[in-house]
């Protein structure tokens, strides 16, 4: 019986070292953004910073509108050196951390853009349904969002997305990248689409 006891105690000291150790280990920081529209792709892009690694990535899911079952649309992937994160931390991931007063709208005509920052256990979530330039905290926000998200990927097709979402924000877009555009490529092929 003592010997149950004392494996029992040495046991339970061990998973004590254990649980303490994990909780040692920091979390890594987490961003998501999404941006939902009613009649686009929606798309979920993930900053991830572990330990010495750093990646963000997008995808963008098949749209609504057509026939396929919710799927990749496209997805993209960067490896981050050290000047570019610096370069997206003093910019997409300060404008996460702030605090905005946002209201729960919804609608279906629309997007959504959301952002969850998640930093140590800490979560900052921000939400804005439609903002427009009479909205100007959410205005502002989407537009600086897509603007850094468009320089880091550096990509015709994820650049002509968020010039598509940016319609939703009331903006005109890139209006110089007519069609044929490398996103309504990948539409024809995706979903049989002819674009005018």
């Known amino acids: ?12 000291s061990f998973l004590g070292c254990v649980e303490r150790g994990s909780e ?9 953004i999404n941006f ?16 010495q690694t750093k990646t963000i990535q997008i995808l963008i899911n098949n749209s609504p509108a057509s026939d396929k079952p919710l799927d990749t649309f496209c997805f993209r992937k960067v490896s981050l050196t050290n ?3 610096e370069q997206l931390d003093g910019k997409l991931i300060h404008l996460c951390k702030r605090k905005y007063s946002t209201e729960r709208e919804y609608g279906f005509d629309g997007i959504n853009i959301s952002s969850t920052f998640i930093d140590n256990g800490d979560t900052n979530r921000i939400f804005f ?3 427009r330039e009479e909205n100007k905290e959410g205005y502002k926000f989407s537009k600086a969002v897509i603007s850094v998200l468009k320089e880091t990927f550096q990509d015709s097709i994820i650049n002509q997305y968020f010039d598509d979402v940016s319609l939703y924000l009331g903006d005109p ?5 007519k069609p ?5 490529g990948l539409r024809k092929k995706k979903y049989n689409w002819e674009v005018d």
């Open 173 to 177: 877009g890139n209006q110089t990248n």
């Open 180 to 184: 044929p555009r490398a996103i309504d």
């Open 24 to 32: 040692d280990k920091i979390s890594p920081a987490i961003l998501t």
């Open 1 to 12: 019986m003592r010997k149950a006891i004392g494996f029992l105690v040495l046991g339970c």
């Open 129 to 131: 349904w439609s903002p």
């Open 83 to 85: 000047k570019l994160y």
């Open 36 to 51: 939902t529209p009613s009649f686009h792709e929606s798309s979920e892009t993930k900053l991830i910073i572990e330990d």
